[in-house]
Each structure stands twice: as structure tokens, then as C-alpha cells.
């Protein structure tokens, strides 16, 4: 076996390294504090101008024209406000930040203790040898010790460019320790494009060179993703409105002062307006403009940019459990609008662990266990399988290398899974590794040149006579067109393979669902522009079954009912294509398998009519991949991608979505948007429900929070004309605020992810708005009957009879109970936001924390009538005078009912959710 021999460092060693040398993590970058952020916010504009008017307020309240009471409680209130909003986006930003960083930490595979680990980088030390491998990303500076790489080294130079490294020669001293391009000299945080090698670390951590430009390398795109475009958008609108609406509230207000309680007299209009009654005047100016910004602030929805923040923290362990890991905003908002999905079969609608099933030899017979096999071919064929293989035997059984080289070599442990115990395993020949092919997706084979020793074995003496030995695997269609003779079972060379019959038997194996790799070996060497050799001679071909996942067939189902149209990417021939895809479902509805080959002769205008059609791309090819998303993009379709290999990355970064396996190389995660950690298809259909989710959480979020605007605008800017100053006072509406920003956040950021959102609707389109004609019936309709709910308890004189002490209506009882009624009616509407549906309990209890936040906005509300007093122009109420208020806020509920029942049924057909 390649790399037979490498210990590496033993469990004292690493503790002794790490004690002399540190360890391999980098500091962490620096991050906006929580008061850095609370000082961010206290340097908005309005804020500014709201602390000026605050103090004009102090100073008449200290010469008797102003309550110095309000002023305070203003000025608390705008802090309290402000703090809880930036603790509570802190808080949330810090926890996805941390759970993204913990969840997507790089590993490698490390020898250590005679045997393959694979360990977190972070915890590389000082002398390990680090397997490498393409799709790698090399943890720490070092030299290669055995074999060579193409290494992309863009994170440093910029370069997208592959630079070659080899092994250095004896006695090695590098000159510039920071020369990338020292073929002898591999760096932290380039990834392998190309090459297997062992690299010897020498630098680890702030040691390395990427360590040390670490804070200069830190990735400083921050990319708005459509749905934060779309609020940020909503957000501007609105706060536009509300600077109109609050001029007009302002204005209103004066009018009032100067106009109305002056009896429309002109006289005392003027007396109003002189020099000497200047404090009067201004107090009412100072405070027409503490009204307009508050109002501002109640009507701005600063909540929204910090919505999403929120709900993908609170959604982030749930994900995570459902082993989805968000790398970019923009992925999983995405995901829940997906139209067309590639998917890889192998490891994802497969288990991609590999089962041997059997071995075809060239004659051609089937053997169905390695021992099966005569002895001389069956020696030659451990030979071969051994040799070619970066695969090992550990202790749990065969370890790294790829899944069909750990196959093979478990095809020859099959019987004895030890090399002490089984001769097959264990080398019985002295050989160099001369030259290599890797195998990649491209070309569909791999080769490896080895020099013999002058005693090697007898039965390879039939292959070679020149000491020298290639062995080829690959796909059977690529080797076999190359194949002139084959081994019999007594290891002698025969001319006149049969290719027609032994294709016959691989057709059958592969309409059973089994992968076939063919083996072969030749005298000749390596050619120089890594063409596959001449003259091989066939040694035979593997089976071996990857088998289906058992919830990849429920979650294709659930993928096409949700919409998407689900197309199978497979590099099998088209017989093992049709079997998988087959029992998997990805072939009803007149869907067919087409190759790769066939795709290509396709004109761009033809592939775009057949895309709806295709249900399989057999022997694809990584270039096929971004030809198809830029095909269904021109569409208008929203695409999905998913990749684990190197050849993978450019097809995941051009994809709306790209999703990279977990078990994938770290280009592929890099250029994606989502990983999905235990690369099951499963996974993918929760990522497109989170994505749903989240979509539909923001959009409950913002049907409350501007039915809450819509009324309190309304019910502000009439006060005056019905001869109330603050029908609402600045304080209470401050406390508004909180409500429908801060604590709405919180209740609406946690609603449950449930399967209907699959199973009975549509993607979103790329362009839907994000306030839909639903949302604006609920918003207008339920806000405006909240204003005249509350203009109604203000007017009629029955209303003022309830709230009565010693026998009289009490004008502060009144107000009390007016300020609670408005908020009880905001907090009942919050139901009336969560669903659509008639049932407003409809899974209410997948969200605890909506039901936790409307109890607390109660409890809070009814404490503040006894605690707030003067600030908050509150008394007690009693306890007959709280069920009034309580059931008569209630009514929005069976108002919106009746919403729903009389408009629901013809929104839902014209405009259905």
C-alpha cells in the first residue's frame, strides 16, 4: 500500500510538541462589541435630536413650564428601548456566529500512532505528517515528505493559477521561508487542486504565514442576500411614511394648541403667538417635535434588519440537529425557493459507504468472494489492488483514500481483515513509486508507475519484463476500448478479449445497481500529457453495490410535492443510472436518464426545452454541472446544486444554492452556501422547509408590526381632533415599541418548521413581494378596526362609565384602561398573525416562546398600571374593570375571523399563500 510504513507521531510526542510549540489555532477576529454596537445606535440621528429636545424639555421643567417627570421617563424609556434591541441582536448574532464556527471547523487526516486519525486542524502540532489529498486544505506550514500536489494558493496571492510541490531534496534549507512559489514549500490555508501527499509541518498557528496575515485575510464580503434587500427596501418605505405622517402628527398637534383650544378665536390665537407667552410656545414646539420622533421611532420598523438575525439564531440548533450548516444568509433564505435540484447519487441519495459484491474476470466468470478467484490471478489482483491505494487497514477496518478504494481493500480483507493474519495485504515485493495519475471526475481513471525489485514475484513475471509496472482503474467504458488481451486464472496473458461479452455481463450487473471498476496493468509507462496508457492487459472488473439510503425515496417524494423538480448527477453508467434512479422514483412522469455524451450534443436552446424532462445525468462530467445551472438559470428558475469535489466548486458558487457535502473537500464547502454535514438528500428537503420558515416567520412578523404602526399612526393623529392631547402618551408609546419590535421578534423568531410548508405549497418566486396581498388585507383591515376600536373607546360615553370611583367616571382609570386596551388588542392580534388558518392555536405549542412572550407582555402591562404612576400615566385597575378590558380587547379576534371567512376563500384563489 502507498505510504506502507509512516507511524508518525506517537500520543507523547504531540503532547510534547504542543507544550514546546502551542497549538494550530489562530486568534479569533475581532467582533463588535456589545457597547461599541449600543453606541452605534445611541448615534443615530433621531436619537441625537430626540436627547436635544429632551433637554429643552428639562430646562422648562426646571424654570415650571414642563414636567420634568415625563422628560425622565422619556429619556429611560429611549434607553431601555435601545439597550434591549442591541442586547437582543448582539446576543443572537454572537450565538449563530459561534455555532457556524464550531460546526464548520476543517479537519485532516494525521498519522499518528502507526495509524490514519482524522483530527481537527486546529489540533495539528508541530512534526505531523498530514495526509493530503485533493479537495485538502493545508493546515499549517510545512515540506512534503511523499508525493507531489498542484496547490491553489489564491487565499495569498491572488493567483487562481495551480503552483506544483514536491519532495525536497536531502538537506533542504528554504532561503525565503515566504516564497510561494518554492515548489518545496506548502503554506496554511492553500487548498490541493490536484496530487496525494504527506505533508511535515514545521509552523503552526500565528507561526505560519497565513497566521500572520490573518487579520489582513479575514473575509470582508458581506453580501446582501435577496430577502434582506427586500426589508431593507420595505424598511425605507416606511420609514418614509412615517416621516410624512409624523409631519402631519406634528402639525396637527400645533393646530390643535394654537387653534382648536383657543375656540377658533382670534384673539387669543395672537395672544398665543406673542413674545411674552414664549415659554408656552415653546414647550408645545419641543414637544410637537418629541411627538413626531417618537412616533417615528414606533413607526420605523428597525425591528426588520434585525429579524433575521434572530430567527436564523433561534432556528440555528435546530438546523444544525438537523445537520444543516449555514455558511451564508443568502443560502437557506434561498433554499426555501428552489425550483430544480441537482443532486449527487453517491453519498447523498446513496449511503456511499461501498459493499464488494463480486469480481469479473476477462474470461469472462463471476466470482462472488475473493478466495473464489484462482490463486495466481487472485494474487495479481491483491498486487494490484494494494499498490494503487492511499487506503489503509486500521483498526475499525479500511480508512482513508476514497470510498472505492476502501472497497477494494476491504474485498481483500473479506476473509481475514489483519495483515498478519491475511497474506493478501501484506507487501511481498520491494516497489517505487515512479510516476502517478490521480482519478478525477473528468477523466475516469487512474494510474500509478511502479519500479519492481529485481526478485519480484513470479506472477507478475507474465505482465512485466522490465521491472516495471503501471496498473490502470477506472470506468470499464474508458479502460476496456484499451484492452487487446487479458489474465486467465492462471495469470497467463490471452489475446482476443471478448469486449462484446464481458460488456453484456457488466450490463447485467449494472441494471442491478452495481458500480463496475475495471483493473488493469501494462509494462508501459506514464505518458507525459497523462493520457491513459496503451496495451493494457485486462486483470478484470469490480462490483460493488452502494446502497440506497432508506429515506432518500420518502424525501424525493416530499421534494417533488413541494415543487422541486428533483435530477439525479452520476458519473455510473446509464444501466446502474436507470436502476438507482428507478427505485428511487426519479422516473415517473416521463422523466428520462440522458449521458453526458448526449448532453453535450445538445444546442443551448434545445437543453432549455428539455430541462423539465431530464430526471438523470449518467457519466457526467463537473462542466456538465454548470452548463445546466446557467441553462435553468436563463430559465428563470432558481437552482440548487449540490458537490463535494474540487471539480464541483465552480457549479456550487454559480448555483443559487450550492450545498456541499459534509465528507467533501473543503473547496466545495468554501464555494457553497449550505453544507449538509451527514450528506444525506433528507437534509437538503429540511434546509428547503428552514428556508420556507424562515420566509414565513419574517412575514408574520411584519403583518404584526404594521397593523400595530398602521393603528397607532391613526390613532395619534386624530387624538387632537377629538380634543386629546396624547391619547397615547410619548412614554406608552415608547413601551409600543418595545412591543412590536424587540419582544415581537423574539415570539415570531421561533415558529415551528411544519411539513405543510412542503407538502402544500409552491417555491417562492425569485420576485414575490415581500408584503403579499394577504398580508395587506390583514395589515389595513385589522389596523384600521383597532384605530376605531380605540376612537370609539375614546368617544362614547358608555365606555367612561365602566371606569368609575366615588360614583363618578375617573379620568385617569379611563386612560389607564384605554392605554391597556390598545396594547391588549396589539397582543390578541399577535394571533391573528401567526396563521392564515381559522384555527389561530394551529401549532402554537411548536413555539413556546410566542406563547412565553404574549403571557409576559400581559403580566408586564397589567404590573406597569401599578408601579408606573406619573411616568406612565397609569393607576390600578380593579379587578372586574381588568375582564372588561381583557374581554373587550379580545373582540379583534372573531373580527378577523370573520376576515378570513369572508375574504379568505377569494384571497386564496387569486392570490393563494
Same mark, same amino acid.
Given at each position: 500500500?502507498?505510504?506502507?510504513?509512516?507511524?508518525?507521531?506517537?500520543?507523547?510526542?504531540?503532547?510534547?510538541?504542543?507544550?514546546?510549540?502551542?497549538?494550530?489555532?489562530?486568534?479569533?477576529?475581532?467582533?463588535?462589541?456589545?457597547?461599541?454596537?449600543?453606541?452605534?445606535?445611541?448615534?443615530?440621528?433621531?436619537?441625537?435630536?430626540?436627547?436635544?429636545?429632551?433637554?429643552?424639555?428639562?430646562?422648562?421643567?426646571? $424654570?415650571?413650564?414642563?414636567?420634568?417627570?415625563?422628560?425622565?421617563?422619556?429619556?429611560?424609556?429611549?434607553?431601555? %428601548?435601545?439597550?434591549?434591541?442591541?442586547?437582543?441582536?448582539?446576543?443572537?448574532?454572537?450565538?449563530?456566529?459561534?455555532?457556524?464556527?464550531? #460546526?464548520?471547523?476543517?479537519?485532516?487526516?494525521?498519522?499518528?500512532n502507526g495509524q490514519l486519525e482524522k483530527i481537527h486542524a486546529a489540533d495539528v502540532v508541530v512534526g505531523d505528517q498530514v495526509l493530503l489529498q485533493a479537495g485538502d486544505k493545508i493546515p499549517a506550514d510545512g515540506e512534503l515528505s511523499h508525493g507531489d500536489l498542484h496547490v491553489n494558493q489564491v487565499t495569498l496571492t491572488g493567483e487562481r493559477d495551480?503552483?506544483?510541490?514536491?519532495?525536497?531534496?536531502?538537506?533542504?534549507?528554504?532561503?525565503?521561508?515566504?516564497?510561494?512559489?518554492?515548489?518545496?514549500?506548502?503554506?496554511?490555508?492553500?487548498?490541493?487542486?490536484?496530487?496525494?501527499?504527506?505533508?511535515?509541518?514545521?509552523?503552526?498557528?500565528?507561526?505560519?504565514?497565513?497566521?500572520?496575515?490573518?487579520?489582513?485575510?479575514?473575509?470582508?464580503?458581506?453580501?446582501?442576500?435577496?430577502?434582506?434587500?427586500?426589508?431593507?427596501?420595505?424598511?425605507?418605505?416606511?420609514?418614509?411614511?412615517?416621516?410624512?405622517?409624523?409631519?402631519?402628527? #406634528?402639525?396637527?398637534?400645533?393646530?390643535?394648541?394654537?387653534?382648536?383650544?383657543?375656540?377658533?378665536?382670534?384673539?387669543?390665537?395672537?395672544?398665543?403667538?406673542?413674545?411674552?407667552?414664549?415659554?408656552?410656545?415653546?414647550?408645545?414646539?419641543?414637544?410637537?417635535?418629541?411627538?413626531?420622533?417618537?412616533?417615528?421611532?414606533?413607526?420605523?420598523?428597525?425591528?426588520?434588519?434585525m429579524m433575521i438575525a434572530i430567527v436564523l439564531s433561534l432556528n440555528m440548533r435546530k438546523l444544525l440537529k438537523a445537520k444543516v450548516l449555514v455558511r451564508k444568509l443568502l443560502g437557506i433564505e434561498t433554499a426555501g425557493s428552489l425550483n430544480i435540484l441537482f443532486v449527487d447519487k453517491t453519498g447523498t441519495l446513496t449511503k456511499g459507504v461501498f459493499?464488494?459484491?463480486?469480481?469479473?474476470?476477462?474470461?469472462?466468470?463471476?466470482?462472488?468472494?475473493?478466495?473464489?478467484?484462482?490463486?495466481?490471478?487472485?494474487?495479481?489482483?491483491?498486487?494490484?489492488?494494494?499498490?494503487?491505494?492511499?487506503?489503509?487497514?486500521?483498526?475499525?477496518?479500511?480508512?482513508?483514500?476514497? %470510498?472505492?478504494?476502501?472497497?477494494?481493500?476491504?474485498?481483500?480483507?473479506?476473509?481475514?481483515?489483519?495483515?498478519?493474519?491475511?497474506?493478501?495485504?501484506?507487501?511481498?515485493?520491494?516497489?517505487?513509486?515512479?510516476?502517478?495519475?490521480?482519478?478525477?471526475?473528468?477523466?475516469?481513471?487512474?494510474?500509478?508507475?511502479?519500479?519492481?525489485?529485481?526478485?519480484?514475484?513470479?506472477?507478475?513475471?507474465?505482465?512485466?519484463?522490465?521491472?516495471?509496472?503501471?496498473?490502470?482503474?477506472?470506468?470499464?467504458?474508458?479502460?476496456?476500448?484499451?484492452? %487487446?488481451?487479458?489474465?486467465?486464472?492462471?495469470?497467463?496473458?490471452?489475446?482476443?478479449?471478448?469486449?462484446?461479452?464481458?460488456?453484456?455481463?457488466?450490463?447485467?450487473?449494472?441494471?442491478?445497481?452495481?458500480?463496475?471498476?475495471?483493473?488493469?496493468?501494462?509494462?508501459?509507462?506514464?505518458?507525459?500529457?497523462?493520457?491513459?496508457?496503451?496495451?493494457?492487459?485486462?486483470?478484470?472488473?469490480?462490483?460493488?453495490?452502494?446502497?440506497?439510503?432508506?429515506?432518500?425515496?420518502?424525501? =424525493?417524494?416530499?421534494?417533488?410535492?413541494?415543487?422541486?423538480?428533483?435530477?439525479?448527477?452520476?458519473?455510473?453508467?446509464?444501466e446502474t443510472a436507470t436502476a438507482v434512479a428507478s427505485q428511487l422514483g426519479l422516473l415517473s412522469d416521463g422523466k428520462t436518464v440522458i449521458t453526458s455524451q448526449q448532453l453535450q450534443s445538445l444546442s443551448e436552446e434545445k437543453l432549455q426545452e428539455m430541462v423539465s424532462t431530464i430526471g438523470v445525468i449518467s457519466r457526467a462530467l463537473p462542466t456538465?454541472?454548470?452548463?445546466?445551472?446557467?441553462?435553468?438559470?436563463?430559465?428563470?428558475?432558481?437552482?440548487?446544486?449540490?458537490?463535494?469535489?474540487?471539480?464541483?466548486?465552480?457549479?456550487?458558487?454559480?448555483?443559487?444554492?450550492?450545498?456541499?457535502?459534509?465528507?467533501?473537500?473543503?473547496?466545495?464547502?468554501?464555494?457553497?452556501?449550505?453544507?449538509?454535514?451527514?450528506?444525506?438528500?433528507?437534509?437538503?428537503?429540511?434546509?428547503?422547509?428552514?428556508?420556507?420558515?424562515?420566509?414565513?416567520?419574517?412575514?408574520?412578523? =411584519?403583518?404584526?408590526?404594521?397593523?400595530?404602526?398602521?393603528?397607532?399612526?391613526?390613532?395619534?393623529?386624530?387624538?387632537?381632533?377629538?380634543?386629546?392631547?396624547?391619547?397615547?402618551?410619548?412614554?406608552?408609546?415608547?413601551?409600543?415599541?418595545?412591543?412590536?419590535?424587540?419582544?415581537?421578534?423574539?415570539?415570531?423568531?421561533?415558529?415551528? #418548521?411544519?411539513?405543510?410548508?412542503?407538502?402544500?405549497?409552491?417555491?417562492?418566486?425569485?420576485?414575490?413581494?415581500?408584503?403579499?396581498?394577504?398580508?395587506?388585507?390583514?395589515?389595513?383591515?385589522?389596523?384600521?378596526?383597532?384605530?376605531?376600536?380605540?376612537?370609539?373607546?375614546?368617544?362614547?360615553?358608555?365606555?367612561?362609565?365602566?371606569?368609575?370611583?366615588?360614583?363618578?367616571?375617573?379620568? %385617569?382609570?379611563?386612560?389607564?384602561?384605554?392605554?391597556?386596551?390598545? =396594547?391588549?388588542?396589539?397582543?390578541?392580534?399577535?394571533?391573528?398573525?401567526?396563521?392564515?388558518?381559522?384555527?389561530?392555536?394551529?401549532?402554537?405549542?411548536?413555539?413556546?416562546?410566542?406563547?412565553?412572550?404574549?403571557?409576559?407582555?400581559?403580566?408586564?402591562?397589567?404590573?406597569?398600571?401599578?408601579?408606573?404612576?406619573?411616568?406612565?400615566?397609569?393607576?390600578?385597575?380593579?379587578?372586574?374593570?381588568?375582564?372588561?378590558?381583557?374581554?373587550?380587547?379580545?373582540?379583534? $379576534?372573531?373580527?378577523?375571523?370573520?376576515?378570513?371567512?369572508?375574504?379568505?376563500?377569494?384571497?386564496?384563489?387569486?392570490?393563494?399563500?
Amino acid at each position: 500500500m502507498k505510504f506502507e510504513g509512516i507511524s508518525g507521531l506517537n500520543s507523547r510526542q504531540v503532547e510534547e510538541s504542543r507544550r514546546l510549540h502551542g497549538t494550530n489555532e489562530l486568534p479569533p477576529p475581532e467582533e463588535e462589541s456589545f457597547w461599541d454596537k449600543l453606541k452605534d445606535n445611541f448615534g443615530d440621528p433621531l436619537i441625537k435630536i430626540l436627547c436635544v429636545a429632551l433637554g429643552i424639555t428639562m430646562f422648562l421643567a426646571l $424654570i415650571g413650564y414642563a414636567d420634568w417627570v415625563e422628560g425622565m421617563g422619556i429619556a429611560v424609556a429611549v434607553f431601555l %428601548a435601545t439597550f434591549v434591541s442591541t442586547y437582543s441582536e448582539y446576543k443572537n448574532e454572537s450565538s449563530f456566529r459561534k455555532l457556524q464556527e464550531e #460546526a464548520s471547523r476543517a479537519e485532516n487526516n494525521v498519522f499518528r500512532n502507526g495509524q490514519l486519525e482524522k483530527i481537527h486542524a486546529a489540533d495539528v502540532v508541530v512534526g505531523d505528517q498530514v495526509l493530503l489529498q485533493a479537495g485538502d486544505k493545508i493546515p499549517a506550514d510545512g515540506e512534503l515528505s511523499h508525493g507531489d500536489l498542484h496547490v491553489n494558493q489564491v487565499t495569498l496571492t491572488g493567483e487562481r493559477d495551480s503552483v506544483q510541490k514536491k519532495v525536497p531534496s536531502l538537506g533542504f534549507v528554504p532561503e525565503d521561508k515566504s516564497n510561494f512559489f518554492d515548489e518545496n514549500l506548502c503554506f496554511r490555508g492553500t487548498v490541493i487542486d490536484d496530487g496525494e501527499a504527506i505533508l511535515k509541518v514545521h509552523s503552526i498557528g500565528s507561526k505560519t504565514f497565513y497566521g500572520q496575515l490573518h487579520d489582513e485575510l479575514k473575509d470582508v464580503e458581506d453580501r446582501e442576500s435577496p430577502l434582506q434587500g427586500k426589508l431593507s427596501d420595505l424598511a425605507d418605505g416606511v420609514a418614509n411614511f412615517a416621516y410624512v405622517g409624523a409631519s402631519l402628527i #406634528a402639525v396637527s398637534f400645533m393646530f390643535k394648541q394654537i387653534v382648536l383650544d383657543n375656540n377658533y378665536e382670534l384673539s387669543k390665537i395672537l395672544e398665543y403667538l406673542t413674545y411674552s407667552n414664549w415659554q408656552v410656545a415653546l414647550h408645545d414646539i419641543v414637544t410637537s417635535v418629541i411627538l413626531a420622533i417618537i412616533v417615528i421611532v414606533v413607526a420605523v420598523p428597525e425591528g426588520l434588519p434585525m429579524m433575521i438575525a434572530i430567527v436564523l439564531s433561534l432556528n440555528m440548533r435546530k438546523l444544525l440537529k438537523a445537520k444543516v450548516l449555514v455558511r451564508k444568509l443568502l443560502g437557506i433564505e434561498t433554499a426555501g425557493s428552489l425550483n430544480i435540484l441537482f443532486v449527487d447519487k453517491t453519498g447523498t441519495l446513496t449511503k456511499g459507504v461501498f459493499t464488494p459484491t463480486s469480481f469479473i474476470s476477462g474470461a469472462p466468470h463471476n466470482f462472488q468472494s475473493f478466495l473464489e478467484i484462482p490463486s495466481v490471478l487472485r494474487s495479481v489482483l491483491a498486487f494490484s489492488i494494494r499498490e494503487s491505494t492511499s487506503a489503509f487497514i486500521g483498526e475499525q477496518g479500511p480508512v482513508g483514500g476514497n %470510498a472505492s478504494d476502501r472497497a477494494l481493500l476491504q474485498f481483500l480483507a473479506s476473509h481475514s481483515p489483519t495483515p498478519v493474519t491475511n497474506e493478501y495485504l501484506r507487501e511481498d515485493t520491494e516497489c517505487h513509486t515512479k510516476n502517478e495519475i490521480l482519478f478525477n471526475s473528468e477523466r475516469k481513471f487512474s494510474s500509478i508507475q511502479l519500479t519492481l525489485s529485481k526478485d519480484y514475484p513470479n506472477y507478475l513475471k507474465s505482465i512485466t519484463k522490465n521491472n516495471t509496472i503501471t496498473i490502470v482503474k477506472g470506468a470499464p467504458d474508458i479502460i476496456l476500448n484499451h484492452c %487487446a488481451t487479458f489474465l486467465n486464472g492462471d495469470g497467463k496473458v490471452e489475446r482476443n478479449l471478448n469486449v462484446e461479452a464481458l460488456n453484456n455481463r457488466l450490463n447485467e450487473e449494472s441494471k442491478k445497481g452495481i458500480r463496475v471498476i475495471a483493473i488493469a496493468v501494462t509494462e508501459s509507462e506514464i505518458k507525459e500529457d497523462q493520457s491513459i496508457p496503451s496495451a493494457l492487459t485486462l486483470v478484470g472488473v469490480m462490483g460493488i453495490e452502494d446502497e440506497i439510503r432508506r429515506e432518500s425515496g420518502p424525501a =424525493i417524494e416530499t421534494a417533488k410535492r413541494a415543487g422541486i423538480q428533483v435530477v439525479m448527477i452520476t458519473g455510473d453508467r446509464k444501466e446502474t443510472a436507470t436502476a438507482v434512479a428507478s427505485q428511487l422514483g426519479l422516473l415517473s412522469d416521463g422523466k428520462t436518464v440522458i449521458t453526458s455524451q448526449q448532453l453535450q450534443s445538445l444546442s443551448e436552446e434545445k437543453l432549455q426545452e428539455m430541462v423539465s424532462t431530464i430526471g438523470v445525468i449518467s457519466r457526467a462530467l463537473p462542466t456538465d454541472k454548470s452548463r445546466l445551472v446557467r441553462a435553468c438559470q436563463k430559465l428563470g428558475l432558481v437552482v440548487g446544486m449540490t458537490g463535494d469535489g474540487v471539480n464541483d466548486s465552480a457549479a456550487l458558487q454559480q448555483a443559487d444554492v450550492g450545498f456541499a457535502m459534509g465528507s467533501g473537500s473543503e473547496v466545495a464547502k468554501e464555494a457553497s452556501d449550505i453544507v449538509i454535514m451527514d450528506d444525506n438528500f433528507e437534509s437538503i428537503t429540511r434546509a428547503v422547509l428552514f428556508g420556507r420558515t424562515v420566509f414565513k416567520s419574517i412575514r408574520k412578523f =411584519i403583518v404584526f408590526q404594521s397593523t400595530v404602526n398602521c393603528a397607532s399612526l391613526l390613532i395619534v393623529f386624530l387624538g387632537p381632533f377629538f380634543g386629546f392631547d396624547f391619547p397615547l402618551t410619548l412614554i406608552q408609546l415608547l413601551w409600543v415599541n418595545l412591543v412590536m419590535d424587540t419582544l415581537a421578534a423574539m415570539a415570531f423568531g421561533g415558529e415551528p #418548521a411544519l411539513e405543510r410548508y412542503m407538502t402544500e405549497e409552491k417555491p417562492i418566486k425569485r420576485d414575490e413581494a415581500i408584503i403579499s396581498v394577504q398580508m395587506w388585507s390583514s395589515i389595513l383591515i385589522n389596523g384600521f378596526f383597532i384605530a376605531v376600536m380605540c376612537v370609539i373607546a375614546l368617544l362614547w360615553p358608555p365606555v367612561r362609565e365602566l371606569f368609575v370611583r366615588n360614583g363618578k367616571p375617573d379620568e %385617569a382609570v379611563f386612560l389607564t384602561a384605554f392605554f391597556a386596551f390598545f =396594547i391588549f388588542l396589539t397582543n390578541f392580534n399577535a394571533f391573528n398573525a401567526r396563521t392564515h388558518k381559522i384555527n389561530i392555536f394551529d401549532h402554537i405549542f411548536g413555539n413556546s416562546g410566542f406563547v412565553w412572550v404574549v403571557l409576559i407582555i400581559f403580566v408586564v402591562q397589567i404590573t406597569f398600571t401599578y408601579v408606573g404612576g406619573n411616568v406612565l400615566r397609569t393607576v390600578g385597575l380593579t379587578f372586574h374593570e381588568w375582564i372588561t378590558v381583557i374581554a373587550a380587547s379580545s373582540v379583534i $379576534i372573531p373580527f378577523d375571523l370573520g376576515r378570513k371567512l369572508l375574504l379568505g376563500p377569494y384571497l386564496d384563489k387569486h392570490y393563494p399563500h
